[in-house]
T-cell receptor, first 113, second 111 residues
Framework: EAGVAQSPRYKIIEKRQSVAFWCNPI?????LYWYQQILGQGPKLLIQ????????DSQLPKDRFSAERLKGVDSTLKIQPAKLEDSAVYLC???????????FGPGTRLTVT | QKEVEQNSGPLSVPEGAIASLNCTYS??????FFWYRQYSGKSPELIMF????GDKEDGRFTAQLNKASQYVSLLIRDSQPSDSATYLC???????????FGTGTRLTIIP
């Protein structure tokens, strides 16, 4: 079974620029998560989708971050405009509906200069 | 706001010894508890989860939960150098509630 795919793996941008990340979950997984992991910290949930509906986006900075999951499969996370403090690894994860285990993708390492 | 506390380490353990990793959580309503392992530069992978008070064993790993004390631990027996990683504790409430992660404990197994 193919794992969670993410792209790009690395991205360097200047502050105030925009960036987008893409995630393709494991086939059949209804729930998709985007996490932000700052160096030395645990992952922090930004947004959780169930199929193409949002379950939790309470920690998403909505003035600059947006996410969508069209057709309940792939998802994109966008940052516009980026700030220095957005430098982090952005992890996508997926799980079966009601499943205990979240499967993480390899992540996208974002550096904002 | 749920909080999950872990000692950031680093925790150094000789090869073959038992490594003990601890985690406390603030929300008494938390229902399920997870241990993830994260190698440097890699993404987290689930080791174990536990729901009920007591111990749960899986190979060299044992998770222990004490809901009254709001404490969960992970024991790694016969520690191997390949166990060197950061161990993340995560807790979850009911239903679709999100996972809340601790900051992780960095474990180093010394050959």
């Amino acid at each position: 079974e193919a794992g969670v795919a993410q792209s790009p793996r690395y991205k360097i941008i200047e502050k105030r620029q925009s960036v987008a990340f893409w995630c393709n979950p494991i086939s059949g997984h209804a729930t998709l998560y985007w996490y932000q992991q700052i160096l030395g910290q645990g992952p922090k949930l930004l947004i959780q989708f169930q199929n193409n509906g949002v379950v939790d986006d309470s920690q998403l900075p909505k003035d600059r971050f947006s996410a969508e999951r069209l057709k309940g499969v792939d998802s994109t996370l966008k940052i516009q405009p980026a700030k220095l403090e957005d430098s982090a690894v952005y992890l996508c994860a997926s799980s079966y509906l009601g499943g205990h285990e979240q499967y993480f993708g390899p992540g996208t390492r974002l550096t904002v200069t | 706001q749920k909080e999950v506390e872990q000692n950031s380490g680093p925790l150094s353990v000789p090869e073959g010894a038992i490594a003990s990793l601890n985690c406390t959580y603030s929300d008494r309503g938390s229902q399920s508890f997870f241990w993830y392992r994260q190698y440097s530069g890699k993404s987290p992978e689930l080791i174990m989860f536990i729901y009920s008070n007591g111990d749960k064993e899986d190979g060299r790993f044992t998770a222990q939960l004490n809901k009254a004390s709001q404490y969960v631990s992970l024991l790694i027996r016969d520690s191997q150098p390949s166990d060197s990683a950061t161990y993340l504790c995560a807790v979850k409430g009911f239903g679709n509630e999100k996972l809340t992660f601790g900051t992780g404990t960095r474990l180093t197994i010394i050959p």
